[in-house]
């Protein structure tokens, strides 16, 4: 199984790699995360908790069945 995300921007680790591209563009790091945001299809990114629920659940006795899966977790910046 494995969990296909957009980003979780609220960790520490996106918010300094949002940050880093938000230098590189002349923006700030909120209009790198709008523009992000706006490549959804749901116009928003997923949360940590979001992506935890997802995470356990395929890990529980509930998931058994699902095999060589991908979650996609992208908000629907990825469509497939």
């Known amino acids: 199984m494995c969990l296909h995300a957009a980003g979780m ?3 520490p680790q996106l918010s300094e790699v949002y940050g880093l591209h938000a230098a590189a563009y002349g923006i700030s790091r909120d209009a790198f995360r709008s523009r992000m945001e706006d490549r959804t299809l749901c116009k928003r990114l997923p949360t940590i908790a979001e992506i935890a629920d997802v995470a356990a659940f395929v890990a ?3 998931a ?3 095999t060589g899966a991908v979650a996609n977790l992208t908000g629907g910046m990825i469509v497939d």
Do not use: C, H, M, N
């Open 9 to 11: 921007p609220e960790s």
């Open 60 to 62: 529980s006795d509930r």
């Open 64 to 66: 058994a069945a699902i």
